[in-house]
């Protein structure tokens, strides 16, 4: 516990001298651009990139700073009946913005229940925000500018499944790697090739974490089945009707 705590303090006080050295460059750069009456093209869109970096790292901080506290947190689960098409189209809501600052399209909610079912599953009221907030990020993150991201809800008779875009359509060959990296990611697996396990994003690394305690699974899947020439990696979450949390 004691190292915990440390490891928890440090990263605090980390975030805290990146926040104001970040801060500090902002104010600067406010300052420049009011300073002069009429800043050339490149000059104002060097400008605006630097704002919007900023605006990224800082957002960044505080996704580091949730997840350390999330990891360190040893209480048990905190189970409720969760409405996950509310909980969903709040963490949307509230990611919205990191979107629109990467440039990215964050469509709304995509819901299907045709046996009326309905989405409440038991939820873990500490952690099952998070890990759909921080699913989000990891995503909005994988797009490229102008691209978008499509979140999709399905109600099953034993599960709910969220699931998201992680990419655009790419090449077979190259959407199979990435699906077969994300499995083994996933599963906890090392790669098959006896290779090295690809570097995945902070945000999947907490995902896999709070899905592992929710007691849901995480899969990697394709869109579109059917396109025999490209796949659209999705990143999918079935959260059973049934508590089946794991042990910590």
Not at 83 to 105: N, Y
Not at 222 to 239: K, P, Y
Request: glycine share 8%; aromatic share 4%; charged share 25%.
């Amino acid at each position: 516990m004691r190292s915990i705590s440390e490891v928890s303090a440090l990263i605090e006080q980390a975030a805290h001298d990146l926040r104001s050295s970040l801060n500090a460059i902002q104010s600067w750069s406010y300052v420049l651009d009011r300073s002069i009456d009429s800043l050339a093209a490149p000059a104002q869109r060097a400008l605006d990139g630097m704002r919007s970096g900023m605006q990224q790292q800082l957002a960044l901080i505080e996704e580091m700073e949730e997840g350390v506290r999330l990891l360190a947190d040893d209480r048990g689960p905190s189970w409720e009946e969760t409405d996950l098409r509310v909980l969903a189209g709040l963490a949307i809501e509230d990611k919205r913005a990191a979107a629109e600052a990467r440039g990215v399209i964050l469509a709304t909610l995509d819901t299907q229940d045709n046996a009326g079912t309905g989405f409440t599953v038991p939820g873990d009221a500490l952690r099952i925000g998070p890990l759909l907030r921080h699913l989000l990020v990891h995503c909005i993150w994988r797009a490229a500018a102008g691209g978008s991201v499509r979140v999709y809800l399905s109600a099953e008779a034993g599960y709910v499944k969220f699931r998201i875009t992680e990419s655009p359509p790419v090449e077979r060959t190259r959407g199979e790697t990435r699906l077969a990296a994300l499995s083994d990611f996933f599963g906890r697996r090392a790669p098959a090739s006896g290779g090295h396990s690809p570097r995945q994003s902070t945000a999947l690394l907490l995902t896999r974490r709070m899905v592992e305690l929710q007691g849901a699974a995480l899969t990697a899947e394709n869109e579109n089945c059917g396109d025999t020439d490209n796949v659209t990696v999705c990143i999918a979450v079935r959260f059973p009707r049934v508590g089946t949390a794991r042990p910590a």
